[in-house]
C-alpha cells in the first residue's frame, strides 16, 4: 500500500520543503522508496534537487492540467528517490482548474490512475490553502505537519485542522493527521517551550475523539535550528549527503526512524 | 505626500509581517502618523496588535468587497499609529473579485477616494504573488522587500522583480524598489555573508538603468535573528514596548531612521 503523506501549513517558511527533501532522503537511504511531489509554483523543492523549474520539462502543470502521467514526469534522483518537479507554470494551474468538475481531486486521480510503485509519496505544498493544497488533502490519506515554535507560526493550526475536517468530510474520508513536527527549533528559548507544551496539551485533550486528529502524535523528534539545512539546497542536495555529521542529518534521520516506528504499529 | 510602501516578498516566512509591525512602531515613535494595512488573510499584523481576525469588525474584506472606507475600518493603536486589520474572509476576496473591472487597481481606489492623513503606509502582503498582492502594488509608490539570507529564499527575488516590472508597465508608473532589508540575519555564517554579496552586486549592476529597481538600495541595517522579535507578537505589542533594549529594538530603530534618510534625500 503507498502511503501518501502531505506536508502542509499554510503559514510560510516553517520547514514545509526541507522536511519533504529531508524526510524523503532519509526514508529512502533506509531502503524504502519514495516518490517526491512539488506542488509549490515557487518549485522550492525541485530547486533543492538542484533541478531548474524553467526548463521545458515536463511537470506537474502538465500533470495537472494536461495528460501528461506522474511516471512522465518524473525524475530520478537516487536508487529509491523520485521527484515530481514543479514549474513555474503551476501558479496558471490554479486559475486554470478552478472551474473543472471535482477539481480538488484531480491529483488523486492522476495517482491512482497508474499503479505506482512507491512506498512513500510525500507532497511538498505552497503557504496557502488553496486548490493546489486541497488537491494534495484529497490525495493524502496522512498530514504531517512542520510547525516552527513560534506565537504566528501557532495561530494558524485551527484553521488548517478545519481544512482537513472539511475535505474528510466531503471529499477524502480517509485522511487524517499523523501529526506535529517541530522545526527550526531554537533548544533553551521560553517560547518554543511554551509553544511546545500548548500544542501537546491540544493533541492530548483532542486524543480518543471523533476529530481527524484523535490520534495525531507530537513526534519528539525535533528538528533543530541549524544553518548546514539552510546551505545544503544551494548545492542542489540533502543534507545526508551535505553534511551527515550535523544536527540536521542527525534530527531527520531520528525522525525517519520515528516516522517508520509509527507507521508499523497502525 | 503620502509614502505608501508595500513590504511584499512571495516567499513564505522571511519578516513581512515582523517588519511592517515594527518598522511601523518605530517610525511613529519619531512622531510620523503612520497607517498600517493588513491584506494577508492569515491576519497575522493583526494579531500582532493583539486584535482578534474572528471578531466582527469591519476590515479590508470589506473595504474591498463593500463600501466600507478605510477610516471605517481603522483601528488606532498609539497616536501616531493605526492599523486597517484583517478578517478571515479576506481570502474569499480573492475569489470574489477575480472578475471586477480593474481588479488589481481596487485598493488603489479605496486610498485615493478619501485624504488620507498619514505620512506613511505601510501594506503587509501573503506569501503570494495573487490579486491581493497586486493591490497592493498598484496601490504604493515604493516596494520594500524583506529578504532572509538564504539560498531558497534569494530564488523568487528575480520573480518579484519582474512582477514589479509588469504592474509597472501596465497599472502604476510610480512604482519603484526602495529597497532589500535582510532579515533573520546570522552574524557569522558564511551563508549569508554570500546572499548579502550576491544581492548587493545584482544591484550594483542595475544602478542607473531603467528598471524599477535601478535605484534601488540594500539597506545597511540587518535586522538580526532575536527570539525576542517572535516573543512580543503574543504580547500584542511591538518590540519597543516589549523589550526596547534587545537587539530586535535597536535593529528596527536603526532600520527606521536609515529609512527616514533615505526618503529625505529623494
Ligand atoms: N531546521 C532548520 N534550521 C535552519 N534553517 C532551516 C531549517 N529548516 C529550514 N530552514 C531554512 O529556513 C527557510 C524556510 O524553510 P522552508 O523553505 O523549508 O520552509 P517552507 O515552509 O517550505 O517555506 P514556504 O512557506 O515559503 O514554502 C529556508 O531557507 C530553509 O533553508
Ligand atoms: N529577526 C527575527 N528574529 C527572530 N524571529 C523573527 C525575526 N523576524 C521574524 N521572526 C519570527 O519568524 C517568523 C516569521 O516571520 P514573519 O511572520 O514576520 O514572516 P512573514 O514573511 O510575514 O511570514 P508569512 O510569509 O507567513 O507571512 C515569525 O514567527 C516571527 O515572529
Ligand atoms: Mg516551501
Ligand atoms: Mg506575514
Redesign the pocket.
Known sequence: VVRTIVVANQ???VGKTTTVANLGAALSARGHKVCLIDLDPQAHLTMHFGIDPMSERAGMYDVLTADTSLAEAAVGIESNLTIIPSVIDLAAAEVELAGAVGREQILRDRIDAKPFAYEFILIDCP?SLGLLTLNALSAAREVLIPL?P????LQGLGQLLETVSLVRRRINPDLTVAGVVFCMFETGTRLAGEVVRDVKEFFASARGGETPWSDARVFQSQIRRNVKLAECPGYGTTISHYDPSSHGATDYNALSEEFLAAFASD
Chains 1, 2 share one sequence.
Open positions: 503559514k510560510g517558511g503557504p516552527q513560534h506565537f504566528l507560526a
